[in-house]
């Protein structure tokens, strides 16, 4: 007998053990404890998808996959390969940012309803399809988690090609970052540190053109803008690159998926917070943070800073939270607050953070909340498709943007 064989009869044996505790038969779901509220039962599942906003061009190859009865799992994937092999989104995959030494290094996890099984991967360099390894590390080992060479040399061994995952493009803004970021790097203490303090202010006025724009920035804005000319970096892109290496993005999409059967899969891959310290992992590999299922109630996947999420379990509060009778609203509004919470609420420090989650419960029922509302022209958005593609804004904890120290111009759309 296997090892783990002989662990996993272990576990059959506790189950039994715990099931007649609580009274459960084995193959019923696990009952809570005098259950006031409980999830809807469901009679008649449909095939829906959620998604983050930048999951819209892909998630029609994935409702396809679904509608056409593909596996909840692989139709996820689809959708969030997309952006993986896509050289110029640099949130995930190919292109992704990289650490503070120019290497970039993805997390991705996933979870499969229908056979209860979770893969996870860490700090992977050198192959963009993450989210695949982590599938693969759920098929094709008795772990759940692989990081680092480790992990790199599981995904070559299973035949995912290797290849240099920095593009021109993202290298020039790392650059950027590395050329100026002086004092804003992330040694030294975060937001979480008693001695922290916000960095002092800056103009906020935001002139027409491009130029009376930048000449209107303090010298450390102007300074960063002539870099990026230095840099080659394209005068479309120059204030875009400018807001990255001022505000590391956490890149990140979150898809989940249930189909007509009742099936429901989650997946979340990422290239992590920009400028990270090498080995850094966010909430995106964390089963249970950047992604939770457990298809007798639901899934709920992050985007947003990892740091926070994995504090709260995000994924899995938010399940836990509808296994109790939450909505799915509810049920991430109270992960949101318990974010709010760890700041005691202090409205400085969080307007530093993003977090957004993905909610999709057994019946169909969803939602989207974000810490930060956004703004007027331009709300927070994720994405829904259940045989229409859409955009849905989403609820929020709070009215404004996030990180919106300084004022920043607006972006190019
Ligand atoms: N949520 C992605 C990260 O923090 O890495």
Redesign the pocket.
């Known amino acids: 007998m296997k090892r783990r064989d002989f662990i996993s009869g272990l576990a059959v044996t506790s189950a039994v053990a715990a099931a007649g505790q609580t009274g459960a038969k084995p193959g019923e779901p696990m009952q809570i404890p005098n259950p006031s509220k409980q999830v809807p039962r469901v009679d008649h599942a449909k095939n829906i998808m959620i998604c983050s906003a930048n999951g819209y061009s892909y998630i029609d190859a994935g409702f396809e996959k679904l509608r056409g009865g593909a596996d909840t799992l692989d139709s996820a994937i689809t959708v969030v390969s997309g952006p993986e092999n896509d050289p110029n989104d640099d949130s995930v995959g190919l292109g992704g940012l990289p650490n503070e030494e120019g290497v970039v290094e993805l ?1 991705a996890c996933c979870m499969h309803g229908p056979t209860r099984r979770a893969g996870s991967v860490g700090g992977v360099r050198d192959i963009k399809n993450v989210a695949a390894v982590s599938k693969a590390v759920m098929e094709h080992t008795g772990h759940v988690m692989l990081v680092g060479e480790g992990a790199t040399r599981f995904a070559v061994a299973l035949g995912f090609p290797k290849e240099n995952l920095l593009t021109d493009r993202s290298r020039r803004i790392w650059l950027l970052w590395k050329e100026t970021h002086s004092n804003q790097d992330w040694w030294g203490p975060g937001l979480a540190d008693p001695n922290w303090k916000p960095p002092a202010a800056m103009s906020s006025n935001v002139a027409p053109s491009d130029m009376e724009l930048v000449k209107s920035q303090p010298a450390h804005i102007q300074k960063l803008y002539s870099a990026a000319a230095d840099l080659g970096i394209a005068p479309q892109d120059r204030m875009d690159a400018i807001h990255k290496v001022l505000y590391p993005p ?3 999409i979150n898809c989940s998926a249930l189909n007509e059967k009742g099936e429901m899969s989650s997946v979340t891959t ?1 290239s ?2 920009a400028w990270k310290l090498p080995g850094r992992c ?3 590999p964390i089963i249970g943070a ?1 992604c939770y299922c457990d298809q007798d109630v639901g899934a709920a996947g ?6 926070e ?1 994995i504090k709260v379990a995000g994924g899995h509060t938010i399940v836990e939270n509808m296994r109790h009778g939450m909505s799915p609203e509810e049920a991430g509004m109270d992960a949101l607050k318990r974010i709010s919470r760890n700041y005691n609420h202090d409205m400085t420090r969080l307007s530093y953070l993003n977090m957004f989650y993905y909610i999709l419960r057994k019946d169909g029922a969803y939602a989207g909340v974000s810490l930060w509302s956004g703004r007027g022209d331009g709300p927070r958005r994720y994405c829904v498709h259940d045989g229409t593609r859409r955009y849905e804004t989403a609820k929020y904890l709070y009215e404004g943007v996030a990180k919106n120290w300084p004022p920043m111009p607006q972006l190019p759309k």
């Open positions: 997390d956490t890149g990140t990422t992590g917070l966010g909430d995106s950047g992050a985007t947003g800073n990892g740091e999420n």
